[in-house]
């Protein structure tokens, strides 16, 4: 048996081998280009040997004699294309060999990995009924502002409002007039705040509103301007007698020695003013 490979033989594993090959000369023309290289490139009626660089996508060539990158593309179909590329010199020579493996079904895989765990994350932190931030949301969200405060002295103010007779609803109305409750006055709290605010369902019957840039005076005028529009809310059908929405409010403002649990604590303690509409 011979030591050597013959060339034939060599160039027949070449043109079969599943990834991409393409041999480059003085970076600027393609001396090889096995079959593979030419199907990920070309749509099969051009082959590539012979020609320029300008044949191939521009974001591949900008990356082309990186030692290991990987490339976006779009392919000769429109269609993306991901390619993983290593390059290396051929001895002393002035060719240039490139490898191309095609890895656009592993970035695809990713990219719905990705997508995916962006969604649990957000199912993590949204609440079921009212698609607010959960409890768990506005506890991260409120940590890093008190370390804000503390460090600064920016006022933060927070409100929880909680809608009271949760029993006394389902008697009153329809069996999910709960339900109907923490959705209208989720919409009214959205509809109320600024964009810097943040509003989410802190439990079953709970909202908390969390209020940067926000003093005490402030969150009290804001506390007055929702308990009037809380009050216009109707929990009946159509046509039926009006069932007003009773929610109790409290505020709370930051203050020197305050960790979120005491901020929170302080405004469940305030919980007082009453929102209720009057019955038709």
């Given at each position: 048996m011979?030591?050597?490979?013959e060339?034939a033989t ?5 043109q079969a081998?599943p ?18 290289a030419n ?6 009626s ?16 900008a990356?082309m ?7 976006n593309i779009?392919g000769?179909d429109?269609?993306?294309?991901w390619?993983?590329?290593t390059?290396?010199?051929?001895g ?16 695809r895989?990713?990219?719905e990995?990705?997508?995916l765990a ?6 993590g932190?949204?609440d ?26 920016n006022p ?7 809608i ?15 339900d ?7 919409q ?10 943040m509003?989410g369902?802190?439990?079953?019957s709970?909202?908390?509103l ?13 506390v ?7 009050a216009?809310?109707?929990l009946a ?9 009773s ?5 709370a ?11 929170l604590s302080?405004?469940?303690s305030?919980l007082?003013?009453?929102a209720?509409?009057?019955?038709a």
């Amino acid at each position: 048996m011979p030591n050597t490979l013959e060339l034939a033989t060599a160039l027949t594993a070449l043109q079969a081998a599943p990834l991409g090959i393409v041999v480059v000369q003085d970076q600027k023309t393609i001396m090889y280009a096995n079959d593979r290289a030419n199907s990920l490139l070309t749509d099969g009626s051009a082959k590539l040997k012979g020609q320029g660089l300008a044949c191939l996508p521009t974001a591949l060539t900008a990356r082309m004699f990186d030692a290991q990158s990987t490339v976006n593309i779009t392919g000769w179909d429109g269609k993306p294309r991901w390619l993983h590329c290593t390059s290396q010199n051929a001895g002393g020579s002035k060719l240039t060999i490139h490898f191309m493996f095609d890895v656009t079904e592993q970035q695809r895989l990713n990219n719905e990995c990705d997508r995916l765990a962006t969604e649990l994350a957000r199912v993590g932190t949204r609440d079921n009924l009212t698609s607010l931030p959960n409890q768990k949301a506005m506890d991260q969200a409120l940590e890093p502002l008190i370390s804000r405060s503390r460090r600064y002295e920016n006022p933060l103010s927070v409100i929880r409002v909680r809608i009271a007779d949760q029993d006394g609803l389902s008697n009153k109305a329809a069996p999910h007039a709960h339900d109907s409750a923490m959705i209208k006055v989720a919409q009214t709290l959205r509809d109320q705040v600024r964009w810097a605010d943040m509003v989410g369902r802190y439990d079953s019957s709970e909202f908390l509103l969390i209020l940067p840039e926000t003093p005490e005076e402030a969150a009290k005028t804001l506390v007055e301007k929702l308990a009037s529009k809380v009050a216009d809310i109707d929990l009946a059908e159509s046509g039926t007698t009006k069932i007003p929405c009773s929610v109790h409010f409290g505020a709370a403002s930051w203050q020197k020695g305050d960790d979120a649990r005491l901020l929170l604590s302080r405004a469940a303690s305030n919980l007082g003013t009453t929102a209720t509409g009057a019955a038709a």
